[in-house]
T-cell receptor, first 115, second 113 residues
Framework: GAVVSQHPSWVICKSGTSVKIECRSL??????MFWYRQFPKQSLMLMAT?????????EQGVEKDKFLINHASLTLSTLTVTSAHPEDSSFYIC???????????FGNGTRLTVT | GENVEQHPSTLSVQEGDSAVIKCTYS??????FPWYKQELGKGPQLIID?????GEKKDQRIAVTLNKTAKHFSLHITETQPEDSAVYFC????????????FGPGTRLSVLP
């Protein structure tokens, strides 16, 4: 089955620094990748949708200059949290899909802790 | 837009019993309904899905039923095991390629040994 790999699984960084999270589709070409944020005991909140080779579409209320998304290839998307602050601490999850690989598959998430 | 409600928010069952989680959706145009299982510290994993042209789908101990008229669908887990303990999310969408997924708030299932 389709596998989506997310790295790192957890990261701790200091306030003011930037952190990059990678999302890879291992055995299929993901034309679209999605980034979610999940707070404790809550559902998934879509942050942005990215299509390979084009700019990401951000959901209302998500700062595009703070959460930089790059989808440079059909197998890799990255989320960079810039100038991280403690309130950015959360569980970030990516997912990927393609017209040939329905349905939506998720990575294992990244636990970000900003100190 | 689509709105998905999910009940109950928490569910405890004895090992071997059945568990049922129900979701309702608002957009009659939604035609794809997946269920995801999320274990602690991990991403959601697809466990079963159903499309609007089907009323029921079964995969071993897991089944999903869909009532398009009433706009609700349910997850049924039979002969529950401790490893079924997790948070379950339903979702509804008009596009099964990932766009416009609307997730329910989740159900925390605990299977007691």
């Amino acid at each position: 089955g389709a596998v989506v790999s997310q790295h790192p699984s957890w990261v701790i960084c200091k306030s003011g620094t930037s952190v990059k999270i990678e999302c890879r589709s291992l055995d299929f070409q993901a034309t679209t990748m999605f980034w979610y944020r999940q707070f404790p005991k809550q559902s998934l909140m879509l942050m942005a949708t990215s299509n390979e080779g084009s700019k990401a579409t951000y959901e209302q209320g998500v700062e595009k200059d703070k959460f930089l998304i790059n989808h440079a290839s059909l197998t890799l998307s990255t989320l960079t949290v810039t100038s991280a602050h403690p309130e950015d601490s959360s569980f970030y999850i990516c997912s990927a899909s393609s017209v040939l690989e329905s349905p939506l598959h998720f990575g294992n998430g990244t636990r970000l802790t900003v100190t | 837009g689509e709105n998905v409600e999910q009940h109950p928010s928490t569910l405890s069952v004895q090992e071997g019993d059945s568990a049922v989680i129900k979701c309702t959706y608002s957009d009659s145009a939604s035609n794809y309904f997946p269920w995801y299982k999320q274990e602690l510290g991990k991403g959601p994993q697809l466990i079963i899905d159903i499309r609007s042209n089907v009323g029921e789908k079964k995969d071993q101990r897991i089944a999903v039923t869909l009532n398009k008229t009433a706009k609700h669908f349910s997850l049924h887990i039979t002969e529950t095991q401790p490893e079924d303990s997790a948070v379950y999310f339903c979702a509804a969408t008009t596009d099964n390629y990932g766009q416009n997924f609307v997730f329910g708030p989740g159900t925390r299932l605990s299977v007691l040994p």
